[in-house]
C-alpha cells in the first residue's frame, strides 16, 4: 500500500466525505431542469465519488462496494429507462419521445413533459456513472503480482519460439 | 493606436484559443510518447470547445434560465451550450478508449515510445508476414 | 523533426488569425446565430411546451432528445469497448 492509502488522516477524510459526494451529484442530477446541471454532469459526480473510495481503500474493498456484475446491469439499464421513455410515448399514440401525450396529469401537457424530461436524465445519470466507474476498474492493475498474457497474440507467441 | 486597442479589444478570446490550440496541436505532432500525444488532443478539443461557446456571449445577457417575475431580459444563446455538451461526452469516450489501446500496446511492444514501437514493428515485419503466410496455408 | 512541426504550428496559427478577422466581435447580439427564427423559439417556447425552467435542459432533453439518445449510446459503448479490450477472462 502507498504512503497516502495508510495515512489516517485521508482515510478518514474520504470516509466522511464520499456520502456527501454522493448526495450532491443527487442533487446536480434531481435540480437539472430549474437550475444548471442534469444527467451528464451528476453521473459524472457520482462515478467520482465511488473511484475515490476505491482509490484509497483499495480496488478490492471498492468491488465490494460496486460489484462487476451489478455495474453491467446498471449501464444498460440507465440506456433502458431512456428508450423505454420514448416507446412509452409511442404507445399513446405520439411520436417517438414526445413527452405531451402521455396522459400522466389529465389536461397539462407542459408538466408531464417536466416529469418526464426527470425521468430521463435519472436514466443517463445512472449510465454515466456505471459508465465511469467500469473505466476505473478496467484501467486499473490487477492485485497479484503476476499476470498472464494471453497466448492467442501472435506477435508474442512468434517472440518465444 | 486606438485602433489597435479596439481589434485586440473585440477579438481578444479567438485570439487566446487559437494560441491554446496550436499548444495541443505542438503537443499532438511533435512528441513522441504516446500519451503526451493523447493529453495534446484533449488541449485541442478543450480548446474548440471554449472557442465554441464563446460565440454565444450577449454583453449584458444573463445565463438562459428563465426569470420568474422578470419580462425584458435578454437572454444569450442556449444552442452551442447544447451542442458542447453532446461533444464533451465524445471527447471523454474517445480519450478513453485510446487510454485502453495504448495498455494494450504497453504490454505487447513493452515500451510507449513511439519509434522504438515502429522499429520493432519494422524488425518483425518480415517474420510476422511469413508467419502470416503459414497461418493462411494451413486454413 | 521538432523545427518543422513549430513552423507548421506556427503557419497555422497565422492563418487561423487572419481568418478570425471575419468572426463577429465578442459579445455581439445582431448575428444571424442569435437572430434567426430557430433560436427565437427555443427561447420563447421552453416555459410554454417544456414546462421547465432552464433553456439549456429543455434543449437537450425535449427538442434535441434524439441526439441525447445517441450520446448515451455513445458512452455506453466506450465502456463495452474498454470492456472488451481489458478485461481478462476469470479462470
Redesign the interface.
Known sequence: MSRIQESVIVRTIVRIMVPFIELFALYVIMHGSGGPGGGFQGGVIFGAAIILYAMIYGIAKGKERMPVTLDKILASTGLTIYAGTGLLCLFFGGKFLQYGVVPLLPDDPAEVSALLIDAVEIGIGITVSAVMISLFFDVSPPESEEEELPAELPISTYREA | MTGIIDIVHAEYNYWIYTALMMIGFYAMIAKKNLIKKIIGANIFQTAIFLFYISLADITGGTAPIIWEGHEDVIYTNPVPHCLILTAIVVSVSTTAVALALIIRIYREYGSIEEDVILAARKSLQPEFSEYARQKGGEE | ??TL??F???L??AM??YA??D???????TTD??QNR??QR??AG?????????????????Y??????G?????????V???L?????ET
Open positions: 523533426m521538432k512541426a513549430l507548421v504550428v506556427l497555422a496559427g487561423l488569425v478570425g478577422q468572426l463577429p466581435p465578442f459579445g455581439d447580439s446565430m442569435y430557430v433560436t427555443y427561447i421552453t416555459e410554454v411546451e417544456s414546462g421547465v425552467p432552464n433553456m439549456v435542459t429543455a434543449l437537450l432533453a425535449n434535441r432528445g434524439y441526439d441525447t439518445l450520446e448515451t449510446t455513445v458512452i455506453f459503448t466506450a465502456g469497448a474498454v470492456m479490450l481489458l478485461r481478462r477472462r
